[in-house]
């Protein structure tokens, strides 16, 4: 198909793009597009909803509510008092999708101790189906969120710098720590049983 090594390079960063899996994670270029094509961004959209905490085992499908930068920091406050963990993933993220279970996990055994784990979906607004069948599959029963602006709007105001990527808020509302690339996930565990358990 291809003639010589420069058409080779040519073509491998035309469909490349920004966005590319790594063992370390999802990189971003926040001048750029996600790699499905953006068919509506709203930069300004705010949520006119409250999410609940948690959804029910015997539903059907999960709910995922549409949120910007401002309204997600709305949903925060509206619930400081809480340590809250917030996983920015995508469904076409790959190390997102092998890490998501350990989140699951995570959930199960810190819920009764107050944490608050959130799903935040940087997948297009308008696949928002595939995020509730992923979501339904691995039986995430926590608040799920998917963003409700532009890719680099998104990152800009979330303070996400690659995919997956982990924010630990404290109960006054300030962030604790982010947790990225191939962070250790025992060294998140340690620190949650210290906090919520005093362990």
């Given at each position: ?7 080779r ?6 469909m490349g793009?920004?966005i590319?899996a790594?063992?370390?994670?999802c ?19 705010s949520p006119?909803?409250?999410?609940d905490?948690?959804r029910?085992?015997?539903?059907d499908?999960p709910?995922v509510?549409?949120l910007?930068?401002p309204g ?6 509206e ?7 917030v996983d ?11 890490k998501f279970?350990?989140?699951v996990?995570l959930e ?8 608050i784990?959130?799903?935040?979906s ?9 995020v509730?069948?992923f979501?339904?599959k691995r039986?995430?029963?926590f608040p799920?969120?998917i963003?409700a602006?532009s890719?680099?709007?998104?990152f ?6 690659s995919?997956?990527e ?10 604790e720590?982010?947790f990225s ?7 998140l565990?340690?620190?949650?049983n210290?906090v919520l358990?005093?362990?």
């Amino acid at each position: 198909m291809f003639r010589n090594h420069r058409a080779r390079i040519f073509w491998f960063l035309l469909m490349g793009g920004v966005i590319f899996a790594s063992s370390s994670g999802c990189k971003f270029n926040s001048d750029q597009s996600s790699p499905k094509a953006e068919s509506n961004q709203n930069d300004s959209a705010s949520p006119t909803f409250k999410p609940d905490d948690r959804r029910t085992s015997g539903e059907d499908r999960p709910t995922v509510f549409e949120l910007d930068g401002p309204g997600f920091e709305n949903w925060r406050v509206e619930r400081q008092g809480s340590w809250i963990l917030v996983d920015f993933w995508a469904t076409w993220c790959a190390p997102c999708v092998e890490k998501f279970p350990q989140v699951v996990e995570l959930e199960q055994k810190f819920r009764e101790k107050g944490l608050i784990v959130v799903s935040f979906s940087m997948d297009e607004p308008d696949e928002v189906a595939s995020v509730q069948d992923f979501l339904l599959k691995r039986s995430a029963e926590f608040p799920a969120l998917i963003r409700a602006e532009s890719m680099g709007a998104a990152f800009e105001n979330l303070g996400i710098s690659s995919l997956p990527e982990l924010h630990l808020f404290r109960p006054d509302g300030s962030l604790e720590k982010k947790f990225s690339d191939e962070f250790e996930w025992e060294e998140l565990t340690d620190f949650l049983n210290e906090v919520l358990t005093g362990q």
